[in-house]
């Protein structure tokens, strides 16, 4: 059966989980009490993590614009799974748990990008935002396609994902609905027109902690509400 075979109207409310670091915030000042460090830091960044193009990871991004939950995406189109880094793509998902999964799994790729820097510290946190958006339009349901097109859910390779949403975008397509990769039961919704969201609202804020030590990474809600029980990490 074709992957566009099943189209419907999508109308409910959505969950994106943005980074909370404000611009006046240093990335690294977790890490030393003196500026000096933290721009040499910076530095070391800026060499070992260039802007992506034709890559699969997200890139990292601190500067949002006046609508923190909706325009970024659209404004600074990177590389990511459903763009090559030619078109804009917005991602949220039907559930804060599968935010958390997905941001999860990105976190750690930056401390594995890192590890040099990372792995004399104990702990490394970062805090996240998570707001809720209303998305309402066609959609191309992808959801019930993963074991007949098993690299929607490939957990590394984004080629074929990227060649849908390039396509799927130039012949004007809105919305793809989609099985997330990095969580089971998840589901994602890859955005291409602005105008599909509305009505977006601050839900809550996260923060993810991971021991360097033991290489176990947990996430709280507010101050102490475990969301996600400590994991293991392979580094």
Not at 10 to 23: A, F, L, P
Not at 52 to 72: C, P, T
Request: charged share 30%; glycine share 4%.
């Amino acid at each position: 059966m074709s992957l566009f075979a099943m189209v419907r109207e999508y109308s409910q409310d959505i969950y994106r989980n943005i980074r909370g670091i404000k611009v006046s915030q240093d990335l690294f000042d977790d890490l030393s009490e003196d500026p000096v460090n933290w721009a040499a830091a910076n530095e070391l960044e800026s060499h070992t993590h260039p802007a992506l193009i034709n890559q699969s990871l997200i890139q990292r991004a601190f500067d949002y614009s006046k609508n923190d939950f909706i325009d970024y995406p659209f404004e600074n189109i990177t590389s990511s799974r459903y763009s090559d880094g030619s078109i804009a793509c917005w991602y949220g998902s039907e559930t804060l748990k599968t935010t958390i999964y997905e941001t999860r799994y990105h976190f750690i790729q930056e401390i594995k990008d890192s590890w040099d820097i990372f792995q004399t510290q104990d702990r490394i946190i970062i805090d996240r935002r998570v707001g809720k958006i209303y998305c309402e339009g066609l959609g191309l349901d992808l959801t019930d396609k993963k074991e007949e097109y098993p690299w929607l859910v490939d957990p590394d390779n984004y080629t074929k994902c990227q060649e849908t949403g390039r396509r799927v975008a130039h012949e004007g397509h809105p919305l793809l609905i989609v099985p997330s990769a990095r969580h089971a039961e998840g589901i994602n919704l890859v955005v291409f027109n602005p105008n599909l969201l509305s009505n977006a609202r601050e839900y809550c804020k996260l923060h993810y902690v991971f021991d360097v030590k033991k290489k176990k990474i947990q996430c709280f809600r507010g101050e102490n509400e475990e969301v996600l029980k400590p994991s293991t990490i392979d580094m």
